[in-house]
């Protein structure tokens, strides 16, 4: 199948016609749909589609696919990797699922919610608190990421350490593949073994596999009662040995335990006005257990905890929320991290994974080598330590302009990722590869994975229509 450079009158008609009333938008209008909220990620596209229903989108790829025209699945626009943008070439059509709002089910019995793909995060949460029950998966863009691009990107959130990822989230899924059939795999059940995992081929393919269209998703039982600390640790070494005693004292109710480094605080509050809690502290970790109404609470449990290491001297201070409105304030300088960074200046972003046990090796080595290049750089690492996963994002020195920081990309890449693959990590473990990690996959994986990454590509998608230029470096 010959992909075109350009789309003609004729294919554009059809797709309008296809997409419904309503469904479809052209000129500059398509500017928001074409341009990521941060970093840059730019493209161009004759047409953006939303059609609002899953027949839609498959009538939408038929005739894709019978004319070789590329299409960009797209959700609510919040990725950080540049996979939900088109490219520059100006031949790829943005399908966004934004109008799929619908419903279909929630099962109380089974703990379960069915949604089409562009109901938001929020939303989902919201249904599931109507109903009693609880969704966990947490983003800082919950308010406008779709669960559709959630499942294609498998988000994590700060809740994986005990909930797990959308992955674990995820049940079954309706999938449009690329020839425009529609797989219903709306299956919400725990146990399921006959045959391949299909869903799971589509959850984390960033659209290149598949369109999902609706998803059938976990719940769970709502927290009644809610533990929030922020903890001054003298290194990231003492923060994977206060999580190990907490998973000791706290089990299953810990849900949350991020690590951020001093320097988060101080960019905070000078770019956003937060106030620091605990100044002077090189290392915080903000942690959350939840759980059912229980004697003690779970803020008593967690002070409890908290005061015998403070004895011992595994941490030097803390802070415990004791309201709702001073446990939001403390998230409120880990959420608005991305802000905040991007109002301090110019960061290479990494989104990295290693084992929880290689934390501290990693920051000491990753820190001393970007010391030793570039002096004066500023860290301003955080993220999901209880998990592995660590956002570190070094900004520039002070003296440099931004453009001079970002024309070291590769180079501090380079440097950060070896370190990562040393020690068996990986070099993104929640944003996705998109066309951010595209080049940098074929050192992180074996020429054996890559191989079997294209096989799936090629079986799936032969015609290479569905979201070209991502994930996998040519």
């Not at 995060?121 to 990421?145: D, H, I, K």
Request: proline share 5%.
């Amino acid at each position: 199948m010959t992909i075109h450079a350009t789309v003609s009158a004729d294919i554009l008609a059809r797709l309008k016609e296809a997409a419904g009333p309503g469904g479809s938008i052209e000129g500059a209008e398509t500017e928001p749909y074409t341009v990521s909220w941060r970093d840059n990620w730019t493209g161009k596209t004759p047409l953006v589609l939303r059609p609002d229903t899953t027949a839609r989108v498959a009538e939408i790829v038929k005739i894709c696919a019978a004319t070789g025209t590329p299409i960009v699945p797209q959700g609510g626009n919040t990725g950080l990797t540049g996979g939900g943008q088109p490219r520059p070439v100006g031949n790829e059509i943005v399908l966004c699922t934004t109008r799929m709002k619908a419903v279909r089910e929630i099962d109380e019995l089974n703990d379960t919610i069915t949604v089409d793909a562009g109901v938001t995060l929020v939303e989902v949460q919201n249904l599931a608190a109507e109903a009693g029950r609880y969704f966990p998966l947490s983003l800082a863009a919950e308010g406008t990421c779709q669960i559709g691009g959630n499942l294609a990107t498998n988000a994590g959130g700060v809740q994986v350490l005990r909930y797990g990822n959308a992955r674990a989230l995820c049940l079954g899924l309706e999938v449009v593949t690329a020839d425009g059939e529609v797989w219903d795999g709306l299956r919400g059940l725990r146990k399921d073994n006959a045959g391949y995992d299909m869903k799971q081929v589509f959850i984390g393919s960033e659209g290149t596999l598949g369109i999902i269209t609706a998803a059938t998703l976990r719940l769970f039982p709502r927290p009644v009662d809610r533990g929030v600390a922020l903890v001054a640790v003298p290194s990231p070494a003492a923060a994977v040995e206060l999580l190990a005693r907490l998973r000791g004292s706290l089990g299953e109710l810990l849900s949350a335990f991020e690590l951020i480094h001093e320097n988060c605080f101080h960019f905070a509050a000078a770019t956003m006005g937060h106030a620091d809690p605990l100044p002077g502290a090189g290392w915080r970790v903000l942690i959350q257990a939840d759980g059912p109404d229980g004697d003690p609470s779970l803020t008593g449990r967690v002070e409890t905890a908290l005061g015998s290491l403070l004895e011992e001297g595994l941490i030097t201070d803390a802070v415990i929320a004791t309201s709702g409105a001073q446990a939001a304030a403390l998230w409120r300088i880990r959420e608005d991290q991305a802000e905040v960074q991007q109002k301090t200046g110019a960061g290479i972003k990494h989104d990295v994974s290693v084992p929880v046990s290689a934390i501290d090796a990693f920051v000491t080595e990753a820190d001393a080598a970007l010391d030793a290049r570039y002096p004066g750089v500023r860290h301003c690492t955080f993220g999901h330590a209880g998990d592995g996963n660590l956002h570190y994002n070094p900004i520039g020195p002070a003296d440099w302009t931004g453009a001079a920081w970002k024309a070291e990309t590769d180079a501090v890449n380079r440097i950060v990722h070896d370190i990562v693959l040393k020690h068996r990590g990986s070099i993104t473990a929640e944003h996705g590869v998109g066309r951010l990690r595209r080049e940098e996959l074929t050192r992180a994986r074996s020429a054996v994975e890559l191989k079997l990454m294209r096989a799936m590509k090629a079986a799936l998608d032969p015609r290479g229509i569905l979201n070209p230029g991502k994930v996998l470096p040519d």
